[in-house]
């Protein structure tokens, strides 16, 4: 009895499609930029990947119409930036599914690089690495945030985030929270809309400020005082072992 082919329009080739967009290496490279949570210009994504520009613009296209990528333009420039954090789950799920077991970054540039993602980076539009990890651990461990599958507000939880000013009502369909399994830390960190709120709250008040032109992040003297203060977080819980 032989195979009957996928149907047009089926699951199966849509999956297909969208394996597709990310088989290529420099589109893998603008989307995994696009994890910063920014809006990106074509150049700056082509100096990003070292391609030309007008390789880049073929390679934007694609990822926009295949719905990886949303784009606007203010003037001359257009801007992309990743879709909806749904978009966001995927390369991170899949950055974190390819991510080297024992392999090592050659050079002291590729050391410093991935040491820095890993003490703290931006999933988009929330906090991970060490530091979302410590921050998350800490919520949990003061019961702001259930120890389940979706790190769920309790009520003190809700309660903490109204005292910050923060309204965990979500626009559209997301989910209030939602656990993220961090690809350095092996643990999960919190995302989500209760996510994002932390994430812009830090950067906000100063406590967190990015580094270099990545997406990695760092804590600020004055955020491990204020976080140090509001969830009980030891200095030591910002640094990575060894």
Known sequence: MGTEPAAPGSAAERVAALAALLA???????????LDGRAWTAGELARR?????????????????????????????????????GAARLVEGLAARAAPGGERPVGLRAVRAGSR????????????????????DAMVGRSLLAPDADLTP???????????????????????????????????????????????????????????????????????ERLGALLGIEAGAWRLPG
């Not at 290529?24 to 989307?31: G, H, K, L, N, Q």
């Open 24 to 34: 290529d290496e420099t589109r893998a490279v603008i989307c995994l930029a696009l």
């Open 154 to 224: 309790t009520r003190a939880g809700r309660t903490w985030f109204a005292a910050q000013g923060l309204d965990l009502t979500p626009p559209g369909r997301r989910p209030v929270t939602r656990a993220c399994l961090d690809w350095t830390e092996r643990r999960p960190h919190l995302a989500g809309h209760a996510g994002a709120l932390l994430c812009r709250h830090t950067f906000d008040h100063g406590w967190c400020r990015r580094v270099g032109t990545d997406r990695a992040v760092e804590i600020t003297p004055e955020g491990e």
């Open 49 to 85: 990947a070292g391609v030309a520009a007008s390789t880049a613009t073929e390679h934007l296209n694609r990822l926009v119409a295949g719905g990886l990528l949303a784009q606007e333009r203010q003037g001359r420039h257009r801007y992309v930036r990743l879709a909806d954090p």
């Open 117 to 136: 993602l890993a003490r703290g980076r931006t999933c988009y539009d929330h906090l991970a690495g060490r530091i979302g990890v410590a921050v998350t």
